[in-house]
């Protein structure tokens, strides 16, 4: 996020690998349902993996049974969380598109034309980034179709908060507090973050922190490039954005 994680990429293409946390829902199991735990795990699998799942890959990654994650796949398509298309693999389904409606007061879905509007108008890829928890996670990633080449990162992208310029951002919405990163106070009182190289080594990040009417929403607009000029001149106009995307919630 900020430069996260980019992965440098032609238009309209995104080469970053999908990932998924390990030790993480399923790691949880003792203190909730296990049954649960996996069934997010599985769908958090399936929404990183656009080119589809396999039952034995959902298996491997849950270290269970291919019985088990069957019966957990055929749950998620009950549900339309998960569709089995022709070739035999689980891709994500169409409930996932009302999950995510409802994330963040239906900000993100709000957001989404302008994202895609000022990618395209500064050749650069730019996000949404909501703070959860000790994380940064990016919640909706436009890439810029403007440009032959561009830096992307997937949905679903996570990184510590406080580093790279979305987490300096993110941060600087939070009380200030002896343990808050250095810059964030920075941050504050200029009303932007801007980072180089923090995440992603020759990757530019400027980020704003959005001001909306929930206290208890902490989101960023983001914006990585590998081009310097890029970065200097997008200020203005990241932080235009950041007041429109904030007047939504």
Known sequence: MSDERAAASPAGGDTSKGQTRQGGAAGKGASGS???ARGLQALEAIAGRPQGLTVQDVAQHLG????IAYRILVTLTDFRLAVRTSDGRYRAGSGMVTLARGYAAGIREAALPILRRTADELGAT???IAAEGDEQVAVAVVEPRTVDYHLGYRVGSRHPLGIGAAGLALSSLRLPSPGEPADAAEVRERGYART???IEPGAYGVAVPLHT????LHLCVNLITTRKDVADGAVPTMLRVAEEISTLG
Request: no cysteine; glycine share 12%; proline share 6%.
């Open 196 to 198: 180089f190289g923090e």
């Open 64 to 67: 269970v049974h291919r019985t």
């Open 213 to 216: 009417a929930d206290p208890g």
């Open 34 to 36: 296990q049954t649960l």
């Open 126 to 128: 730019v996000a949404l």
